[in-house]
């Protein structure tokens, strides 16, 4: 089973700054195999990022996936009001299962 | 869309048939999961069905849960037997491989005595 480990638990921040968002894989994975989820409070998930940094239909350029190999980023170039929630990776590789990370909560600061 | 019926409060042992009923496309065509999320924590990847006969189910699942497809209705089933306390969880079903698009409200399965 592929373990994802996602960096800092928690991310402490004002409106406007750069949020840095860290998702590491125990085994490497194609770059295609990588999606970010978001999730508000008592929300559903809502699709991100896929393909490791490729924008879902609808999500604003502030925005970005990026990483390959183990290593994979998401990154808030300017945190908005509506950008506080708790942020998921999830890899698909070959065989499920097809496990989420624990979760990094951005909190306003 | 996507809708999630069938939660509920059922005694450890006991089974529940959550239904996804989906709106807009033809739920048959699509790769599916369900997910599912105990309060206060995170996202477990449950079961998967694609649009042919491939099946998966997380190991916590497997031999208990059944996932199947009813194309008349449009809907995704999830038939759950011999639940237990750690089954308690709100259960979402979401479309797709390599991207979930599209995800239900959800559906709360509590397992109490």
């Known amino acids: 089973e592929i373990v994802l480990t996602q960096s800092p638990g928690t991310l402490s921040l004002s409106p406007g700054e750069r949020a840095t968002l860290s998702c590491r894989a125990s085994?490497?994975?194609?770059?295609?195999?990588l999606a970010w989820y978001q999730q508000k409070f008592g929300q559903s998930p809502r699709l991100l990022i896929y393909g490791a940094s490729t924008r879902a239909t609808g999500i604003p350029d502030r925005f970005g996936g990026s990483g390959s190999g183990t290593d994979f980023t998401l990154t808030i170039s300017r945190l908005e009001p509506e950008d506080f929630a708790v942020y998921y990776c999830?890899?698909?590789?070959?065989?499920?299962?097809?496990?989420f990370g624990q979760g990094t909560r951005v909190e306003i600061k | 869309q996507l809708v999630e019926s069938g939660g509920g409060l059922v005694q450890p042992g006991g089974s529940l048939r959550l239904s996804c009923t989906a709106s807009?496309?033809?739920?048959?065509?699509?790769?599916m999961n369900w997910v599912r999320q105990a309060p206060g924590k995170g996202l477990e990847w449950v079961s998967y069905i694609n649009s042919g006969t491939t099946i998966y189910y997380a190991d916590s699942v497997k031999g208990r849960f059944t996932i199947s497809r009813d194309d008349a209705t449009n809907s995704l089933l999830l038939q759950m037997d011999s639940l237990r306390a750690e089954d308690t969880a709100v259960y979402y079903c979401?479309?797709?491989?390599?991207?979930?698009?599209?995800w239900g409200q959800g559906t709360l399965v509590t397992v109490s005595s």
């Open positions: 999830q890899q698909y590789g070959s065989s499920p299962p097809w496990t």
């Open positions: 085994q490497s994975l194609p770059t295609s195999y």
């Open positions: 979401a479309r797709g491989w390599l991207r979930s698009d599209f």
């Open positions: 807009g496309f033809t739920l048959s065509s699509y790769e």
